[in-house]
């Protein structure tokens, strides 16, 4: 089951309006072979064509994902792939050495929400496949856009898209984030530590994108983490990557 787009562990369900047909990652288009030559697809190493979550390159043997994407998985269970904007061909299968998740991740909230996944060897760079840099600056305007891309549900059917996806994402700032959220059952406050984006109706993540990257100039800036149901006009809630800059480079040296 691709739980992976959750709010506080629960499945959650969507509608989309529109012609779910034409809908992407959601709301996205097709990602061009160039776009995320960091983009990493964690699938299990017992079922190579289910991908259940998504990751990014930041080194020569380490990715960056979401903490709760290893949730019942051990490392041995997990292969990344990377060097293809295709789930269903292509690129380049490294297994999993190891995973660190945050000393202070919690699963029920969702905080500190972030894992580093050890491949074994080294990845092999070339044109499709290269790290992403970490943002490490502490703050993003809001209104600042962002490109966000993954492999999640395209519409209520479960569809998922063969090609990689992409969308343009708009950040909002942390105090609207919460009031965004205030009306519904998830109401919580979003720490410093965490970011959001918001754009319309029909256009944000959905399950199958979390532990994705989120990249404003070249950099990473953000995870995907959590959301209500899949863009129906609430906040998408993301790891703030800044905050977390130290501690990810302590671990990767």
């Given at each position: 089951m691709m739980f992976l787009y959750i709010v506080k562990l629960f499945v959650i369900s969507w509608i989309i309006q529109g012609d779910a047909q034409e809908s992407?990652?959601?709301?996205?288009?097709?990602?061009?072979?160039?776009?995320?030559?960091?983009?990493v697809s964690l699938r299990r190493t017992d079922r190579l064509d289910y991908h259940f979550c998504a990751g990014s390159i930041i080194s020569e043997?380490?990715?960056?994902?979401a903490a709760h994407c290893k949730e019942g998985k051990e490392a041995d269970q997990i292969t990344a792939v990377v060097g293809t904007?295709?789930?269903?061909?292509?690129?380049?299968?490294?297994?999993i050495n190891k995973i660190i998740i945050?000393?202070?991740?919690?699963?029920?909230?969702?905080?500190?929400?972030i894992a580093l996944c050890q491949i074994k060897g080294e990845f092999n760079f070339n044109d499709r496949v290269q790290p992403i840099r970490l943002g490490s600056r502490s703050?993003?305007?809001p209104g600042s856009r962002c490109i966000l891309t993954g492999w999640g549900f395209t519409d209520n059917h479960f569809t998922v898209p063969d090609t990689l996806q992409v969308l343009t994402v708009t950040v909002l700032s942390n105090?609207?984030?919460?009031?965004?959220?205030?009306?519904?059952r998830y109401s919580?406050?979003?720490?410093?530590?965490?970011?959001?984006?918001?754009?319309?109706?029909?256009?944000?993540?959905?399950?199958?994108?979390?532990?994705?990257?989120l990249v404003r100039n070249g950099?990473?800036?953000?995870?995907?983490?959590?959301?209500?149901?899949?863009?129906?006009?609430?906040?998408?809630?993301f790891v703030y990557v800044p905050a977390y800059y130290n501690w990810i480079n302590e671990h990767i040296q």
């Open positions: 992407r990652i959601v709301g996205g288009t097709d990602a061009s072979e160039s776009l995320a030559p960091y983009q043997n380490w990715i960056l994902t904007n295709k789930l269903s061909s292509g690129g380049d299968h490294y297994e945050h000393e202070n991740f919690e699963a029920e909230v969702l905080h500190n929400d703050y993003i305007r105090r609207r984030c919460t009031e965004k959220l205030a009306p519904t919580t406050i979003i720490q410093k530590n965490q970011m959001c984006t918001l754009n319309r109706e029909s256009e944000g993540a959905c399950n199958g994108d979390s532990g994705g990257p950099k990473q800036v953000g995870i995907v983490s959590w959301g209500i149901a899949c863009a129906r006009g609430f906040p998408d809630v």
